[in-house]
């Protein structure tokens, strides 16, 4: 039985192909994929990411018990703010990759992939041995609604919020009348927010917001170009370019591992010894010499040998041409930015050039 | 779409005419796939049975095979399409066909098939 978020009745209202995706009946897409990408990238798109997991962690010792989890020093976290996390097993592969935000003392929001939600709670229950610590999975009670684009901000100010929280923060605030929280975060690359709204306020947020969105070109956007503009961002997905078998050092996110951090983590041991040595594989990104497209799981071979696996794949419409992701495993130092590689694919071999990730300039630095 | 095509349960379609066939997908499955962004055809002069891969098509979203719908030679590849893959996705365009064959097993092949009619009725 798949679960229906609260927009979507709103989704069918407007046209859009369901597809089920990590147990849930969501919106794939509403007129083209390719329209609602290049509408995120010019103007401004409306998301239902409702499916994604909310957990509250609280308690005394919330913080230390965060620190046991993730690789990222929570500790550094001031009040309101955001980081992003991933959550290691005891040998660093990746059971999620989470956003943390402390509310306030003792008592944070973390943001969790739809499909790791049982996982992550799991995994949580296994490690609260000895922590004074609630974990209250909120999911079912909140509906999440991302706004993203370069006119995202000018619509949320014209709804009624004119401070919006800075670059990794979340606010309390009011929208068209209604409580909820307002966190400049998003998964697309450019600037924008997601607002945690409560179940019951979610379809009269949706409908305001595009509404009042008309005058920015606003659009309904689907799990399609969501998937396309992360990927043109170069921002992993779980379940293609992170899993149990690989490390924050390997998924190229050392960048995201706390180098200072005192307290032992899950996993700590492994991802320590790969930021001084390197990982047993590494995260490149590549774009396609002719028209073909490379997909989850296709390989990656030089010289005739296999070197590796794509991870994820697909069209890039700004760049006009299709890039990728793909883990390669031997030799490392042989491959890097300008290194040609060949993708198999329907048993043919296909050029592809190793290039710099992102694939587009990001443009949510604020 | 023409009423007289003829089609699979797969979304293929052939089309008669002057003794030769049309073969390309419906207008159900282009609108399924979404945005067509890569077609691959066969070189002609290739022979085909039925039910073999015979193109690729690739959407935003996912790859996915051709199979033939009837066995054939391979007479004309439509160049266009390979070259403008988005046409598919245009309502206006009318030259969404894929490949045009020649076919001896017709007869036999084609009474397999469904009607357009009893086609949209399976899919909808």
Known sequence: MTKRTFLYDKHVELGAKMVDFAGWEMPVQYTSIIEEHKNVRENVGLFDVSHMGELIVYGEDALPFLNKLVPQDISKLTDKKAVYCQLPNKDGGLIDDLIIYKLEDKKYLIIANASRVDEDLNWMSLNQLGFNVEIDNISHKYSLIAVQGPKACDLINCAGLIDLPPFFSIKRAELFNINLWVSRTGYTGEDGVEILVKNEFAEYVWDKLLELGKQYKVMPVGLGARDTLRLEASLHLYGNDLDENTTPVEAGLSWSVSKTKTEDYNGKKVIMEQLKNGGRKKLVGFRMLDKSIARHEYEVYSNGEKVGVVTSGGVSPMRGENIGLAYINSPLDKFSVGSTIQIMIRDKLHDAEIVKRPFIEKRNKV | ?124
């Open chain 2, 1 to 124: 779409m023409d009423e007289n095509m003829l089609c699979t349960k797969t979304h293929e379609y052939v089309l008669e005419k002057d003794g030769k066939y049309e073969v390309g997908i419906t207008d159900y499955a282009i609108n399924q796939l979404g945005d067509i962004v890569f077609i691959e055809l066969p070189d002609t002069n290739t022979e085909f049975s039925k039910g073999e891969v015979f193109a690729t098509i690739e959407s935003v979203k996912a790859a996915s095979e051709v199979y033939m719908p009837i066995s054939g030679k391979v007479i004309e590849v439509n160049e266009e399409i390979v070259n403008n893959p988005e046409l598919l996705n245009d309502e206006t365009y009318e030259e969404k066909w894929f490949i045009k064959i020649e076919s001896e097993a017709d007869q036999v092949e084609l009474a397999d098939l469904l009607d357009y009619s009893d086609y949209r009725e399976e899919v909808e």
